[in-house]
């Protein structure tokens, strides 16, 4: 049995559209990497071209440039699945080639999350000494530039021991929170303006222990070990209910749920399925429960602000429109600026890696200068690390859109803490 029928059970199905590329270069023009960088000779020759030649083994190298942003299916208008071939065959170089000490280890965010945690106040110091940045970079290949997250004493699952719960009554029903790994250690204002979001708007907020998804594992070609993870991440949930929504306010780790692991791994399990059905992003939520007549927007108070927004490219993949923008532009006065860009150039850890930085930062260019160019002090974006690259590179402080929300229904007074 080959590598490829042990890890990769949705290569087939990707590999059958193959014969529908008609050579139209639409993937080439819109191709974010190949524009920032001439060695990544596009997704047209590593996807469908390369792919009937690869018969079990590499051909192309310059596809380790790819960040797998999946633009390039996204606008394909035969439906070749060419992101989905690209990150199969990097998996399978990989596989085959070795996976680097850095790969193996940036993946691992839920050990790094309850490492970090109880040091949080050294660990963030640390990783702010330049030398030592510099060691990393020469050791490890993490880029001395590149953008960290900030650790917390207090973790999400901490503030639900001993928070005080809204005075206000669970009329709407309950919903699951998926808060995935960054939003349980690094990312935790996040998760607690959109549990109190959504009690205050009426829903019983259930949080049930919970696992990685496997999103990181899945970008750095590790498939086996994603699968397990995401499976886990199901079997968590299905413990605690197998009907109610499971909404998550992480861009990123949802979409893993509801789109990659079943459409790049092949993950064909009727776990993943019920809980991917029931999975909805927070802004998706939040306009599917307006469009039924369950949210009165006469209850946001006025935020006069125009904002400018980046929808990432893993929640371009899930097809789902721009919910966030419907979300913000709810609120009276908001106005919001989409980037019209393809990616920030992170996508997932590609930015991280020391010798992709410099193509991450030319990738990311156009989504810098617009968050510069529109904002009032604030800028939008879905994803924890798209948010962590755009604030490093950009200057400018990133928000989830749950926070216009927070602050639009007075859960707080100012919009940046």
Known sequence: MGVIEETFAGHEVSRASLDNCVKCTICETVCPVAKANPLFTGPKYNGPQ???????????????????????????????????????????????????????????????????????????????????????????????????????????????????????????????????????????????????????????????????????????GLFKGATNDILNLCDNLLKFDNELPVVSSSGSCIGMVKHEAHE????????????????????????EEYRAGRIDPSEFREIDLTVPYHQPCQVKSQGMGFPAIDMMELIPGVKVVESNEPCCGIAGTYGLKAERYDTAQKIGKGVFEHMQNYNEGVGVCDTETCRWQIAKSSGVKIVHPVWLMHHALGLSDNLLK
């Not at 109880?118 to 953008?147: F, S, T």
């Not at 059905?277 to 939520?285: I, K």
């Open 264 to 287: 790049i791994m092949g993950v064909d399990d009727p776990r993943l399925e019920n809980v991917s059905v029931r999975s909805r992003d927070f802004c998706e939520f939040i306009m």
């Open 50 to 220: 390369a792919e009937r030649f690869r018969d079990g083994a590499s051909v192309d190298h310059s596809l380790e440039w790819c960040d797998f942003c999946g633009i390039c299916t996204l606008n394909c208008p035969q439906g070749v699945k060419i992101a989905e071939l690209n990150e199969q065959a990097a998996a399978k170089m990989k596989a085959q080639n070795g996976v680097p000490l850095r790969d193996r280890i940036i993946p691992e965010t839920n050990m790094e999350g309850m490492l970090l945690s109880p040091i949080a106040p050294v660990a963030n110091w640390a990783l702010g000494i330049r030398p030592l940045r510099v060691a990393i970079e020469k050791v490890i290949k993490i880029h001395r530039d590149a953008p960290m997250p900030t650790a917390h004493t207090e973790t999400l699952a901490k503030w639900l021991k001993h928070r005080k719960k809204a005075d206000v009554k669970a009329t709407k029903g309950p919903v699951v929170f998926f808060q995935g790994c960054a939003g349980g250690y690094f990312e935790t204002e996040t998760s607690k303006k959109s549990i109190e979001v959504l009690e205050h708007l009426g829903y019983e907020v259930f949080v049930p222990k919970q696992s990685c998804c496997g999103l990181a594992k899945q970008s750095n």
